[in-house]
């Protein structure tokens, strides 16, 4: 209903910018509320790596969706910084309220997951990292290397690729599902799933409603375009793991919220990245792993920051903190970027 009432105020003309933009909130908290809940509901049978896998495969379609149509329209640096935005935006705001609230949870202030999956996602972001660095730097001296950016990200990609390949079957086949169920679903698996499909296609229609309708609110402000891209893109398109990982922790899910998230992380880095870099041949503007040193460092800050937070399967109050902190000193430097 509400979806519906969002794409009217999207497509009929005459409708104000700020209630097209409230009608599309609205719709995606509805959407991210669906989508978490048929996520616990599959969860209940499948445990933690395979439903956090379905989540942020559904919960990444807005990302995906919008580096696309920026591409497609020449948008390179709405693009790049949506795509990294989104890792960052993953890893640190999201993961940091999730820590909060699951902490706060728990009696004893400490929430507690599995070890494996941040030691793996870390991994998988330094992967990622180790070729923006080269790329980098390449670019940045001037050296022969810089005249292959295109061929080197192209390359790069396909090698990510299959490492991120391998890393998920291992995933999918190893016993991650210790966290048992505390109740009996109340949906049966097909219903499940197919509510999964819906809610995530639903949420992805809406967060191109919810970023268009920002359009017109970036241009009065004069916010820039990397802003708009790394903060106000990333925020919007990971509204339903904002959610639903959050709403998972409160329910004292821990495994299965760290499970979303991290997911989401690793798929963003290792995955849609270096898959955007090959579909964006199609396009009028090719996308690479050419970034500005300044997002090299945030993205290579926040590896080691993830990475030392989580990788002792252990997290507080105060560490949820840090990664928040962490992100809104991201989001102040971004502001100042042209």
Do not use: C
């Not at 309220?97 to 009696?107: F, S, Y």
């Not at 309708?213 to 893109?233: C, K, N, R």
């Not at 919220?257 to 990245?273: E, G």
């Amino acid at each position: 209903m509400v979806t519906a009432l969002a794409g009217l105020t999207h497509y009929v003309s005459g409708v104000p910018d700020l209630v097209a933009f409230l009608v599309a909130t609205v719709a995606l908290a509805g959407g991210a509320w669906m989508l978490s809940f048929a996520t616990e509901q599959v969860g209940e049978r499948l445990g933690p790596a395979v439903t956090g896998f379905m989540h942020s495969s559904l919960g990444n379609l807005p990302e995906f969706f919008v580096v696309l149509f920026a591409l497609r329209a020449g948008e390179r640096i709405v693009a790049e910084t949506a795509i990294l935005g989104s890792i960052l935006v993953n890893a640190l705001l999201v993961l940091g309220l999730v820590i909060i609230v699951g902490a706060h949870r728990e009696g004893d202030g400490v929430m507690r997951f599995g070890r494996r999956l941040p030691t793996d996602t870390a991994t998988l972001l330094l992967v990622s990292s180790f070729i923006i660095v080269l790329v980098g730097l390449a670019d940045s001296s001037r050296d022969p290397a810089s005249h292959h950016i295109e061929t080197i990200s192209i390359i790069g990609a396909v090698a990510i690729l299959i490492v991120y390949a391998t890393w998920l079957r291992q995933y999918l086949r190893s016993d991650t599902g210790a966290e048992r169920s505390r109740q009996p679903p109340r949906l049966s698996l097909r219903t499940s799933i197919t509510l999964l499909v819906v809610a995530g296609g639903a949420s992805a229609l809406v967060s191109d409603w919810f970023v268009d309708a920002l359009q017109p609110a970036i241009h009065t402000l004069h916010i820039s375009e990397a802003f708009a891209g790394l903060v106000i893109v990333a925020v919007a398109g990971n509204a339903v793991e904002n959610l639903s990982g959050v709403a998972l922790a409160w329910k004292r899910r821990p495994e299965l919220a760290i499970s979303v998230v991290k997911n989401s992380v690793a798929q963003i880095a290792s995955f849609l990245y270096p898959l955007l870099v090959l579909v964006s041949l199609l396009t009028s503007t090719t996308l690479t792993f050419a970034l500005a040193p300044i997002y090299i460092g945030a993205l290579l800050g926040t590896s080691v920051i993830v990475w030392q937070i989580t990788g002792d399967g252990e997290a507080t109050v105060f560490e949820g903190a840090a990664l928040i902190a962490a992100f809104v000193i991201l989001a102040t430097v971004a502001w100042f970027e042209t």
